[in-house]
């Protein structure tokens, strides 16, 4: 079953539809939207999103994402060893799919210990509920702002 999987994974990369999962994806496909957004308290509503990386050869992964105070932030477990965020790392500009809507962002890391555990928390709030335990080690927090 696993190379299954793997060969469907494959597959899915290839031909570049969108993320299923935990299997990457290509160019994300939906409605574009051109305004730059201010308050992005709606994508509270979408259990997960999607994110697109290197525009140059679209990578997209599936994401929790989350909103505090009107901004959008996306979290990754285990960050280092995942391609995306490496991506990410290099070049800021990206996209996320929200529903059937696409927005142009760019990224930044959040690197300070205090802010990434605040929005560990409502990050916590979101998925799981009750109390966070403690930020998880190699726990990356990237907010998003239209460009």
Same mark, same amino acid.
């Given at each position: 079953m696993p190379k299954v999987l793997a060969l469907l994974g494959c597959v899915l990369f290839v031909v570049g539809i969108s993320p299923c999962g935990p299997i990457p994806? &290509?160019?994300?496909?939906g409605q574009t939207v051109e305004d730059a957004i201010e308050d992005w308290s709606f994508?509270?509503?979408?259990?997960r999103c999607q994110?697109?990386?290197?525009?140059?050869?679209p990578h997209s992964v599936t994401a929790s994402c989350f909103s505090a105070d009107g901004d959008l932030?996306?979290?990754?477990?285990?960050?280092?060893?995942?391609?995306?965020s490496g991506y990410?790392?290099?070049?800021s500009e990206a996209r996320v799919k929200? &529903?059937?809507?696409?927005?142009?962002?760019?990224?930044?890391?959040?690197l300070?210990?205090?802010?990434?555990?605040?929005?560990? &928390?409502?990050?916590?709030?979101?998925?799981?509920?009750?109390?966070?335990?403690?930020?998880?080690?190699n726990y990356w927090l990237?907010?998003?702002r239209s460009r």
């Open positions: 994806g &290509g160019k994300l496909s994508c509270d509503q979408f259990k994110v697109e990386v290197r525009a140059s050869d932030y996306v979290g990754c477990m285990k960050c280092p060893s995942k391609r995306w990410m790392s290099l070049d929200l &529903g059937d809507r696409i927005y142009a962002v760019r990224a930044e890391r959040v300070d210990p205090a802010t990434v555990a605040s929005l560990w &928390g409502a990050r916590w709030r979101k998925y799981e509920g009750g109390d966070p335990p403690a930020v998880p080690e990237f907010q998003l």
